[in-house]
């Protein structure tokens, strides 16, 4: 059985820490460097339901997209949920390890999961990173759907194939409109609409789109939009990264057992269709 250290030298091989935006914060946050691992977890959010999760399950190791702490704390207590989360890790012996914009980066990354649940083909990164000769990392993906198909169907599909949550998929644009390609961004893309419409893409798949940018967005071009939960779009790359865990431990003879969160800790938890007649 690997002790942390090694698991945690292989996934930094995966998503290396250096990658991460300067305002991230990634890497471990707990754990004994020299403790046996044989159980992972992973999960898009270090909540409080999930550390719990992992503590029935019996692992090592919680492996999340999101930090914990992404600024600094002066205190760990367990009066705050934070820290309590922390108490739980550390009295089950469980370290916690955060890949975030380092994944989001990654060949494949969280995008490249995103795109894999939808059915598309990768052709290359939205924003491509510059230290990459080879041109495959960076954020996002553009994407061919083969065979298009409506703007309708293909919310329709983004609401099988994501895992479900309260808000669904929300959809901008003319329902009938073919869809070729496709941009996605897994997490919060609307910082990414400048890159999106100098991809000359039909439609873009991200979370969180809010009113102006999405407004403006539309005004611009016909560009259509496919709004899913944060946690929805993220969630594939924790399968993803799990597959790559097993295939490391399979090669290393390690034998970790892998698993995946399916707890939905997307913070909305109803959704309400509004009525025909209320105005
Ligand atoms: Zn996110």
Redesign the pocket.
């Known amino acids: 059985m690997p002790v942390l250290s090694e698991v945690i030298a292989a996934l930094d091989a995966l998503w290396p820490p250096e990658r991460a935006e300067q305002w991230d914060a990634v890497g471990t946050v707990c754990g004994d460097p020299d403790a046996t691992v044989t159980r992972v977890l992973f999960a898009?959010d270090p909540v409080q339901e999930v550390v719990d999760e992992a503590v029935q399950l019996g692992a090592d190791l919680l492996v999340t997209?999101?930090p914990l702490y992404l600024r600094g704390t002066t205190t760990v207590s367990a009066g705050t949920f934070k820290g309590r989360a922390v108490h739980t890790l550390i009295k089950n012996d469980i370290a916690l390890h955060v890949a975030?914009t380092n994944a989001?980066r990654a060949d494949p990354g969280?995008s490249d999961a995103l795109a894999g649940a939808l059915d598309l083909r990768v052709t290359g990164p939205l924003v491509p990173d510059a230290s990459d000769p080879a041109g495959r990392r960076g954020l996002g993906r553009i994407c061919e759907l083969d065979p298009p198909m409506s703007l309708a169907d293909f919310a329709e599909r983004a609401a099988k194939r994501l895992p479900a949550t309260a808000q669904g998929i929300r959809v901008a644009g003319d329902p009938q409109r073919t869809v070729r390609t496709v941009a996605v961004c897994?997490?919060?893309g609307d910082s990414l609409f400048d890159e999106v419409r100098a991809a000359g893409v039909d439609a873009y798949v991200t979370?969180d789109l809010r009113h102006h940018p999405a407004s403006e967005a539309q005004q611009h071009s016909p560009l259509a939009l496919v709004d899913a939960a944060?946690?929805a779009?993220?969630w594939p790359w924790t399968e993803q990264a799990a597959a790559q865990l097993d295939e490391i431990s399979d090669r290393h003879g390690w034998g970790l057992r892998t698993h995946v969160s399916r707890t939905v800790t997307d913070p909305w938890t109803a959704h309400a269709a509004s009525s025909a007649h209320n105005h």
């Open positions: 898009v997209h999101h975030h989001d969280v897994g997490g919060s979370a944060h946690w779009t993220e």
